[in-house]
């Protein structure tokens, strides 16, 4: 990668890391209160899940194309409003995604918890996931319950090639999470921004 969002090579560099350390400091607390950081796979139920959605989590491709010739809606969702997009996103099945797409799923469906299949794809490190929904049009933009997009998540977990295609994708740089971390005389304090 020469050259991110039309920045030099070397820019483009100090401007990742100087987003790394910005956001390292603001996002920790935010996070840890949501559990993200320790586990940011779904914790599924089977008796929770409908057939697409099982398919999804283990990876079957050729189960979900199945289905939706079945007529099995794409879009359908779970308890926790999440469709089978968000959790082949979230357990790296890059076929499922493709899969899906080609069924014409909603491509920036919500959960429950706001994110969409892309932030579940960075927030679990799968980049060929997260690469597939940029190339097919996913809005990078999109913040979850926390106010936090994609490009916080790739720079919390220090994930500068995902953080690359982010910004290769008009990622908003300058989006702001709901947890500001002000720092006083050598200590760090928490402060919510008045909503």
Same mark, same amino acid.
């Given at each position: ?54 398919? &999804?989590?283990?990876?079957? &491709? ?7 010739? *079945?007529k ?10 999440r ?18 797409l *080609? ?18 794809a960075?927030?679990?490190? *799968? ?26 998540? &790739?720079?919390?977990? @220090? ?10 994708? *008009? ?6 999470? @709901? ?17």
């Open positions: 990668m020469s050259k991110v969002a039309n920045l030099s090579y070397k820019k483009s560099q100090q401007l990742l890391k100087s987003l790394c350390n910005q956001q390292r400091q603001s996002l920790g607390t935010g996070f840890e209160s949501a559990n993200i950081l320790l586990s940011p796979k779904y914790h599924l139920r089977d008796k929770d899940l409908r057939k697409i959605h099982k398919a &999804a989590r283990v990876g079957d &491709a050729a189960r979900v194309r199945q289905l939706l010739i *079945e099995c809606g794409v879009n359908d969702r779970d308890k926790k409003k469709t089978a997009l968000h959790i082949a996103c979230a357990y790296g099945h890059p076929k499922v995604v493709m899969a899906l *080609e069924g014409q799923c909603e491509i920036d469906a919500i959960d429950s918890d706001k994110c969409t299949g892309l932030v579940k960075v927030q679990c490190q *799968e980049e060929e996931c997260a690469t597939i929904l940029l190339v097919n049009g996913a809005d990078p933009n999109i913040v979850d319950a926390l106010g936090n997009s994609a490009l916080h998540y &790739a720079v919390y977990y @220090k994930n500068t090639s995902l953080a690359a295609k982010l910004l290769e994708h *008009e990622v908003n740089i300058e989006v702001i999470n @709901k947890v500001d971390v002000i720092y006083k005389k050598g200590t760090r304090q928490l402060s919510k921004r008045p909503t």
